[in-house]
Every structure is written in structure tokens, then in C-alpha cells.
């Protein structure tokens, strides 16, 4: 028996990385997962491998996601969880960012997120229960000059806040995870030297699997996290201590 049996989850940017650890985790807990992705190929794929549904969605589409959370509650007539997970990376210092990279940045992380929330709090809302589950990350905890990213991962915290105290009296969570060093696309992305320094940053001396990450969103997506809203839960081997 799993701790999310029958319950139907939307995970953004599942695609791959730490996303599809995401989808996989929660469909091994039982969850009915829908993948959502723009890479439609490696989404279809990665639903397939864990007998979930798959839907293209751009994030920062209003009338997308309005057509995903159509088909999902056609199909299964509730939402139980969202994870907003979608997100893009700059490792540009805070002055020589160009004005379409700090947008970009902006409408996926922070934008994307928000039209995510604004979706399904209403069918949530009406179930008298939910739980969203908001991806920020170090980076919105602490000052970094990656500002556009900073910037983005900063609003999500404070929109996870003010969601959670808006949401609480119709039995509806929100929540957010903050990863640290985590081995997927971002830290690949980056030189040797700068991943070098970012592990013996790390307390324990090491980055972080996916699949750590993606066992505490599938805790705030339970029933065991019942009583946990507003929180900020880090996942980084200590390195923000």
C-alpha cells in the first residue's frame, strides 16, 4: 500500500531530471501521475515507463494549463496534487544578464508557477482538500549573483507563503522544496571547477540524486504531511547551513 494510492497527481517538467524522479516516485506510492512537459518525446516516454498519462504544457500558457486541468478532471474528476516543478537555469553574474533572459526566467519559474497554483486552488479548493508542492531551490533562500534565477526562486518562496495562508481554512496545502546541488541538467551544465566548489560546500560532502529530492515532495503530496503548510523544506546536504 502507498502513501499516495489513488491520488491524482500533475507534475510540470517531468520530462526528465528531477521531475521524472518526481512522477516515478509518486506513481510508485500510487499515485495516478500525469506527466507534463514542452518535450513531448521524452515526456511520452517517461509516462510510459510508469504506466502514467501524458500532456504537452507550457507553463507560462494560461489556456494551456487551462486545457491540461480540463482534460485531467474529464478523466479523473479531482486533482489531488500539483507539483510545479517546470523551471529554467541562468549562470549569468547579476549585472550581465540581457533583459529576455531575466524575462524568460521570470515567466517559467515564477510566472509558470503561479498560473500552476491559480489552476487547480479552486478545484482544490472546492474538494476542501490538496496539496501543491512549489520546486525553489538554495537559490531562494540565500543571496547568489545569478540574479534572474535568485529572483524567480525568491518568488516562489513568498508565493508558497502567501498561498498556503490563503488556501489553509479549505483544506488545501502549499509548500516549498529547496535543492541544493542536485545531480541533473543545471550542475552537468556547469565547468568542473564550479561543481568542484560546490561539493566542498556541501557538509556531506557530496551532491545531491533526484530521487532525495523527490521522496520529500512525495512526503508533502501524503497525507503524512497533513499538518505541514507554509513550510520551507531544504534538501541540500546541509551546504546553507
Known amino acids: 500500500m502507498g502513501t499516495l494510492d489513488g491520488k491524482v497527481i500533475i507534475v510540470t517538467g517531468s ?4 521531475g521524472a ?6 506513481s510508485r506510492q500510487g499515485a495516478r501521475v500525469i506527466v507534463t512537459d514542452i518535450l513531448n518525446e521524452q515526456g511520452k516516454e517517461t509516462a510510459a515507463e510508469i ?6 504544457l507550457d507553463v507560462t500558457s494560461k489556456e494551456n494549463w487551462n486545457e491540461v486541468i480540463s482534460s485531467v478532471i474529464d478523466e479523473h474528476g479531482r486533482i489531488d496534487g500539483l507539483v510545479n516543478n517546470a523551471g529554467i537555469y541562468t549562470s549569468q553574474d547579476i549585472f550581465s544578464e540581457s533583459d529576455d533572459v531575466f524575462q524568460r526566467i521570470i515567466e517559467v519559474n515564477q510566472l509558470g508557477t503561479y498560473l500552476g497554483m491559480a489552476a487547480v486552488a479552486p478545484i482544490m479548493a472546492s474538494q476542501k482538500s490538496g496539496s501543491i508542492v512549489n520546486i525553489s531551490s538554495v537559490a ?3 543571496a547568489q549573483a545569478n540574479i534572474a534565477y535568485m529572483a524567480s526562486k525568491w518568488a516562489v518562496r513568498g508565493m508558497t507563503k502567501g498561498v498556503a495562508k490563503t488556501l489553509a481554512n479549505s483544506g488545501v496545502r502549499c509548500n516549498s522544496v529547496h535543492p541544493g546541488a542536485v545531480n541533473t541538467d543545471i550542475l552537468f551544465g556547469l565547468e568542473d571547477e564550479t561543481v568542484d566548489q560546490l561539493i566542498t560546500s556541501i557538509p556531506m560532502g557530496r551532491s545531491g540524486e533526484p530521487s532525495e529530492v523527490a521522496r520529500v515532495v512525495t512526503f508533502l503530496l501524503s497525507d503524512s504531511a497533513s499538518y505541514i503548510t507554509g513550510a520551507e523544506l531544504v534538501v541540500d546536504g546541509g551546504m546553507i547551513i
Request: charged share 25%.
Open 140 to 142: 531562494g533562500m540565500r
Open 21 to 26: 524522479a518526481e512522477a516515478h516516485d509518486a
Open 15 to 18: 520530462a526528465k531530471g528531477m
Open 51 to 56: 504506466g502514467a498519462t501524458y500532456r504537452s
